[in-house]
């Protein structure tokens, strides 16, 4: 089956546009991590939803940072107002349950001119 | 909090050389722990994990072996190859912060022929 997939890819975006960003979980998983990676650093949470719930967006570093997974499968994260601090690569994760495994995305790679 | 500390980077290690990459974590739980290994180019894979004091995970020839007494969940092999060659990740979760992953710095592994 396919794995976690992300869009874009690459994203170039002028400092105080919007973008989204698209994750598709393996099909089945329950559960759904967004992270943030900046250059050389390792990833940090986000964002996690179980289903459609957001249980915990306590990693959300702004209120310009919104996610949602409306229908329990596909998520979305979007960013307003970008800024050159938001430059880095962000991951999406999914797990079949609480707990379980996680496997990630390719990600998006973000860079805010 | 939940920490990870791993060792800096870059490691540069002949062909067929022994491997240590060193990582111990601060928890106030009993968290599973992860090494993920990210190769150029691609995204975040599992390479092998433990969920309780003492069990050694294994893949591809890499071991490490869960030490609560020492905090510590280092990662080894014995012959290392060029295919090797690689960003390692050591993580944790626990259910007290959802299981989203926690993370270390990544190890830059660079082995020559």
């Known amino acids: 089956g396919a794995g976690v997939s992300q869009s874009p890819r690459y994203k170039v975006a002028k400092r105080g546009q919007d973008v989204a960003l698209r994750c598709d979980p393996i099909s089945g998983h329950v559960s759904l991590f967004w992270y943030q990676q900046a250059l050389g650093q390792g990833p940090e949470f986000l964002t996690y939803?179980?289903?459609?719930?957001?249980?915990?967006k306590s990693g959300l570093p702004s209120d310009r940072f919104f996610a949602e997974r409306p229908e329990g499968s596909v998520s979305t994260l979007k960013i307003q107002r970008t800024q050159q601090e938001d430059s880095a690569v962000y991951l999406c994760a999914s797990s079949l349950g609480t707990g379980e495994t996680q496997y990630f995305g390719p990600g998006t790679r973000l860079l805010v001119l | 909090g939940n920490s990870v500390t791993q060792m800096e980077g870059p490691v540069t290690l002949s062909e067929e050389a022994f491997l240590t990459i060193n990582c111990t974590y601060t928890?106030?739980?009993?968290?599973?722990l992860f090494w993920y290994v990210q190769y150029p180019g691609e995204g975040l894979q599992l390479l092998l994990k433990?969920?309780?004091a003492d069990d050694k995970g294994s893949n591809k020839g890499f071991e490490a072996t869960y030490r609560k007494e020492t905090t510590s969940f280092h990662l080894e092999k014995g012959s290392v190859q060029v295919s090797d060659s690689a960003v390692y990740f050591c993580?944790?979760?626990?259910?007290?912060?959802?299981?989203?992953?926690?993370w270390g710095a990544g190890t830059k592994l660079i082995i020559k022929p």
């Open positions: 993580a944790l979760s626990d259910r007290y912060s959802n299981y989203q992953l926690i």
């Open positions: 939803f179980q289903n459609e719930a957001q249980l915990d």
């Open positions: 433990a969920t309780k």
């Open positions: 928890a106030t739980g009993y968290p599973s």
